[in-house]
């Protein structure tokens, strides 16, 4: 039996080496604070062998220790060199983050998710974070770097708060952090967001024929992309990821494939004639290395959603680009005798019914090619 008790320990005031037997100690560095050690002789050596400290391991736990070390030992076990291969290298914040994207991006299925993951943590969290190590990362440095924007992009910055603790608990997973994200905390230190209604601000539909006319005043692939979006009620996302592969003019068709829809879906969209004069005005912007209809200034990428945003702010109008989907809706709803289903499947939204789901064998193209047809006419002040 060891020599050292839990209450003989607590009374410990000078520091020193305090022996329990049997080559255990502790190396009391002032009182409550501490280290266990284990000497022992390994391959002829002797070697002092810590166990760890005082504050998280009773005698009692540290003899188990011991014990299980002696037996390693006797194994022909090195302690102290198979901690130095079992070492786990702790990676810096920017190289963790480029690691979850890589192991978790094929998981999702909506490839604008997949881009926007990385670079909302390239654009806010790096420039501070980037080069810590993330066992350096606590509360008060994250609280830090959400301060910049927490208030003036409230859901970018949830967003990015949610990244940034997805990093650190995949590194405390990984043996590199000793805690998880603080993220329970950190939002009480965070001041209170402004609340919002949950609805993208949509341009009035009997305001959408005007704003038209002003898109046409000048010409670019970003009024092109804005029009051909109010035109096809489709999302910013699969109109700038657009490609021409996809466009047939024939059938007067745009099939937008499974991996760029919100829903993993594959999306048939009819085209008015309205919608094929924008793909025409639009030819003189192709680049064959990229096929895109909509490219960006990099014409391998396509443009950013900030682009067609910035033509409503431009024009001091307080809207989103999503926002002219509900426009949509609404004329729908109130200036067409269309049922529900026929304008939620050219929105292509899911059935919330998972019965009626099951049992829908159709998606209403027929019906969408004369919706569209109307709101296209609706749009151009027909």
Known sequence: MGKLTQGQIRQLKEPG?????????????????GNWQLRATVNGRRRDIGLGPLDLITVHEAREL??????????????????KRKKIEILTFKAAAEKVHSEQKATWKNGKHQDQ??????????????????????????????????????????????????VLDWAYANGMRATEAPMRSLSRALPRQPKQDGHFAAMPYEDVPTFLKHLHKRTSVARLALEFLILTASRSGEVRGAKWAEINLDAKLWTVPAE?????????????????????RARPYYAECSDLVFPGRNVLRPMSDMTLLKILRYAKLPFTVHGFRSAFRDWA??????????????????????????????????????????????????
């Open 117 to 166: 993951w990385i670079k909302t943590l390239e654009i806010y969290a790096f420039p501070k974070l980037g080069d810590r190590l993330v066992n350096d990362i606590e509360g008060p440095l994250i609280r830090e770097v959400l301060l910049d924007f927490w208030l003036e992009k409230p859901e970018t910055a949830r967003r990015v708060k949610q990244r940034i603790g997805v």
């Open 66 to 83: 011991a014990i299980d070390l002696r037996r390693d030992i006797k194994r022909g076990i090195d302690p102290i060199e198979e901690r």
């Open 17 to 33: 080496r305090y022996s329990d037997g049997d080559g255990l100690f502790l190396e009391l560095n002032r009182p409550g604070k």
């Open 260 to 280: 760029r829809m919100k829903v993993g879906k594959e999306h048939v969209v009819p085209l008015t004639d309205v919608a094929i004069d924008v793909l025409e």
């Open 333 to 382: 709803a109130e200036k067409t005798s269309y049922p529900g289903e026929v304008a939620e499947a050219a929105l292509a939204h899911t059935v919330s019914n998972k019965v009626e789901a099951a049992y829908r064998r159709t998606n209403y193209l027929d019906k969408r090619r004369e919706l569209m047809r109307e709101w296209s006419d609706f749009c151009m002040g027909g």
